[in-house]
């Protein structure tokens, strides 16, 4: 890899795609690139992938690694110490990188920038993952926001707006390193244990992929997306959060995408919908952005009081799909089986645990951390303290999802739920998100013995929801 000329290091993170990637685009300016990615699993790192993400990120990198025609280069240890390495060893004239917008890395950019600087390399950080800087998205007086719509629609929508999406590089000469000695394997991103084989015929990973679900999302599914998104037998949600997650398409190319085609289409109602939807995600980016502490600290202090129990049985029956409500049973398998799960359903599976369950929501946010392909610090955090009350502009204290009403709403026919319980496939829809409601003979036709193959509810919902209330209002008058 030694050369008389200068090279441009481009340093890989969430933004594993060619296309709309700032940062690349401008690296290939330069002349040669050489393309890294370092895995960072130092003790230092105080969010480790979960085993999920571990399995996405393999098969990204590969499919990043054919792409770029086998010359993505992959280290494993301290970025700090191989971008300097890499540097100091070779004739690096500069490196460039996207921002990752996480609290912990932002503080390691600026350690890296003053390393380099102090070697006469030049440094350069770009956007590529967020729609807008969350530094430069204030209110009048200086303070940020910490309420959703006036965020997205006085903060974001009045500013100017999103870059546009760049090409790939016309032009890209990318280098190898010859003495790496290091391959994806020994990355040793895939868990000991095989479960993750279940989510190979789930998702198709990588950029082409990505580009792929946003264009099936398009012409099958904005249409109605406002609707039926609500409905987890239905196809209308775009199950693009793990590509985006990963950088393998960026947010302006969705952005102007849906825009382009609801405005042929007339589609304004979904599509405002849908945008809205990435505007939670920016809006999760910026309240991490401005409170670090998100993801392990009560956005509102008073929540530190709250009393929360300490049940690892009942914990223990949520993540494994065991609670004897149906619908919630079915989001926790959805999550074991395909490292996905349904928004409606999340919300429902989630104000279980805070609220009839009363555990602490930093246990749903780390299972989801484990288990989920898409997991995201800063939308895992936001949503997990939205849905518990603890966060900014969060769900009321009285909201309480009440599983068996949710269940019948947005899973009439029994669709969703029948797919992963198949123990009660055989139930009518009458009793099929409420089994110990069903008489004797129904459940002798249906093949469900409660307590055996199905079991009984581990919470009384209308004791529970008392219980919940009742300590929310207690919290409340602190």
Known sequence: MRSSHKITLFWFREDLRLSDNPGLFEAAKNGSVLPIYILEDTPSISFKMGSASRWWLDHSLRMLNKSLEGKLNVYKGC?????LKLSQENQVGAVYWNTSYTP????????????????G????????SLLWDPSKILKKDGSYYKVFTPFYRNGCLQASPPRTPLPKPDRLSCIKDEYNQIGFSDLNLLPDKNWYLSLE??????????????????DQHLKG???GRNYPSLSHTSRLSPHLH???????QIWYAVQEKAIIHGLDNDMDCFLSELGWREFSYYLLYH???LPRQNFQSKFNAFPWEDNVLLLKAWQKGQTGYPIVDAGMRELWQTGYMHNRVR????????KNLLLNWQYGENWFWECLVDADLASNSASWQWIAGSGADAAPYFRVFNPVLQGEKFDSQGEYTRRYIPELSQLPNQYLFKPWEAPEDVLKVAKVVLGQTYPHPIVSLRKSRERALESYRRLSRV
Do not use: T
């Open 121 to 128: 390399i030049e440094c350069k950080s770009f956007n590529a």
């Open 347 to 354: 919300m429902i599976v989630g104000s279980f645990l805070v």
């Open 104 to 119: 912990w890395h932002l503080e390691n950019d600026d350690e890296i920038k003053a390393v380099l600087a102090k070697k």
């Open 291 to 293: 409170f670090p502490e």
């Open 246 to 252: 990963f950088g393998e398409i960026s947010p302006n």
């Open 225 to 227: 997306y406002k609707e």
């Open 201 to 218: 015929s789930c998702w198709e990973v990588g950029e082409k992929a990505a580009q792929k679900k946003r264009d099936i999302f398009l």
């Open 79 to 83: 970025s700090k110490e191989i971008l």
